[in-house]
């Protein structure tokens, strides 16, 4: 069983244009928006991916939304790990 990642993301001063184009870039790299939540995501790992390179690569994915939507601030935290994610 790989890593689970729960991730929020606070987008200080975006506009909806840039919220939209921040979120397609998640969305391309397999991210799912939690139901009812509005800044928390889930992102999952397979078996062979590591706790630290997992990390790496959604903090790069974020770097990448944050730079194509032209977003200026982006604050977040992940926790990862191999359980399951609720969503009430």
Known sequence: MGY???????????TG????????????????????LTTAWTASFKDDVERQPAV???????????????ISKVNFAIQLGKGVIVNN
């Open 56 to 70: 790496e690569i959604l903090e790069n994915e974020i770097k990448k939304a944050k730079k194509e939507s032209s």
């Open 17 to 36: 244009e840039e919220r939209d184009a921040f979120y397609e870039s998640l969305k391309k790299d397999n991210w799912k928006k939690l139901n009812n």
């Open 4 to 14: 689970k990642a729960l991730i929020t993301i606070d987008l200080p001063g975006a």
